[in-house]
Nanobody, 128 residues
Framework: QVDMVESGGGSVQAGGSLRLSCVGP????????LGWFRQAPGQEREGVAG????????DYADSVTGRFIISRDNAKNTMYLQMSNLKPEDTAMYYC?????????????????????WGQGTQVNVSS
């Protein structure tokens, strides 16, 4: 079991910024591939960004490229999502997720079905 806890959501106006955080357990945290997902009402959960164990490999959805930055600090067992120039269409519940890096490799970083552990989510609301 890997417990993930998100924080940092809130309400902002379009063009504003937020930084989400996701804390995981200390043990073996650096062995996991991590990702951020979001789900708006009535829509499927979609992969926003993913990051490899050491942070050298990242992947972003086209809709957030250039506006969102994913990062991680393994010493603090924490992953971040810096969101800038937010748009109303970014409104959603944001979830962090983790999966074990088999063979030390991370692939399919935004593939929802490949992730094993999930947080409870943090809500982001962007008004126009």
């Amino acid at each position: 079991q890997v417990d993930m806890v998100e924080s940092g959501g809130g309400s902002v106006q379009a063009g504003g910024s937020l930084r989400l955080s996701c804390v995981g357990p200390g043990t073996l945290y650096a062995y996991y591939c991590l990702g951020w997902f979001r789900q708006a009402p009535g829509q499927e959960r979609e992969g926003v960004a993913g990051i490899s164990r050491t942070g050298t490999k990242t992947d972003y959805a086209d809709s957030v490229t250039g506006r969102f930055i994913i990062s991680r600090d393994n010493a603090k067992n924490t992953m971040y999502l810096q969101m800038s120039n937010l748009k109303p269409e970014d409104t959603a519940m944001y979830y962090c997720a983790a999966k074990y890096a088999h063979g030390g490799r991370c692939s399919d970083l935004r593939e929802r079905s490949s992730y094993t552990y999930w947080g409870q989510g943090t809500q982001v609301n962007v008004s126009s």
